[in-house]
């Protein structure tokens, strides 16, 4: 093995994907959830919501890519959700319920590639090309399978208001930023609109849509 | 007669790899990948405290390179928690 040569020599997946030394770190760890589509038997969404498994570094996250069922192969009303470890990927949590979303609705289904663009969205959120290191806005990103349509959204953890020592206007340009740095990830045209709404305003909105609060 | 005793599956090297590798030090240590291997994009850690940003064609190149799964009992744990995951149950 490796610690035969005394080299202390620095041996990554790509050297050798089954006697490797070194793993690249992630900024932070992060958990994988899925949300089962309900069983028509009154389950509620606490059984419904299951936490996969956590990961903090880039070849933990392949050894699951690459071993669990695709986006595109699951059935309706089903989600992942990949979030930062100890944020539920739920409205009331505590971290998520002053926050809010962008979100890109795909309503051709059969023109797009889900599977590409929700690992795309993934891997800018794992590689933190989504904020920058102290904005600590981002929560998670999350994937829903419907019947009309593929909806990628990415949860954050204000709308955009003053905070401590950061003005009104600052909070909101922050939010745009991340916006714009999401609509990359996803390949979405200019005129293709990522819109954000609050938690709060979309649960007063029921089940439809609430108005979008911000668009880019 | 002879008697099977059912071992439990034993780890993978890649699996026992992904364990006891350490993390990388990314700010400090220079890594020589392989040719046809790219490093991560420095431009994206400059100014940054821990140096943990990476760039997609970077991440991509681990997908044809790791396909380990996570543990033994992997299998077991996605029937739990994603289930066949499948249309048309």
Known sequence: ?216 | EISKSVEPPQPSAAMLSLKSARFLEVRNELVNYPDGFKSPNPALNVGSKKGRQYDKEFLLQFQDVFKEKPSTDWDQKLRETVGDGADGR
């Open chain 1, 1 to 216: 093995t490796n610690s035969s040569d005394g080299s202390g020599e620095l041996k990554t997946v790509f050297h050798d994907p089954e006697n490797f030394n070194v793993k690249h770190p992630l900024m932070n760890t992060w958990t994988l959830w899925f949300t089962k589509p309900p069983s028509g038997k009154g389950d509620n969404w606490n059984e419904l919501l299951k936490e996969v498994i956590s990961f903090e570094s880039v070849e933990e996250f392949w050894g699951i890519y690459n071993n669990i069922t695709p986006t595109s192969e699951l059935a309706l009303k089903s989600d992942y959700h990949l979030f930062k470890k100890g944020v539920r990927p739920e409205w009331e949590d505590v971290q998520n319920k002053h926050g809010g979303k962008w979100a890109y609705q795909f309503k051709d289904k059969k023109a797009v590639n889900i599977d590409a663009l929700w690992l795309h969205v993934m891997l800018a959120a794992i590689g933190e090309n989504l904020e920058d290191e102290d904005d600590n806005e981002v929560m998670g990103v999350v994937v829903n399978v419907r019947r009309g349509f593929y909806r990628i959204g990415l949860w954050t953890r204000t709308v955009g208001k003053a905070q401590g020592k950061t003005s009104p206007e600052q909070g909101k340009e922050m939010l745009l930023k991340i916006g714009r740095r999401f609509k990359a990830a996803l390949q979405l045209k200019d005129n293709e609109q990522v819109e954000f709404s609050g938690h709060t305003d979309s649960a007063h909105a029921g089940s439809t849509r609430a108005k979008a609060k911000f668009v880019v």
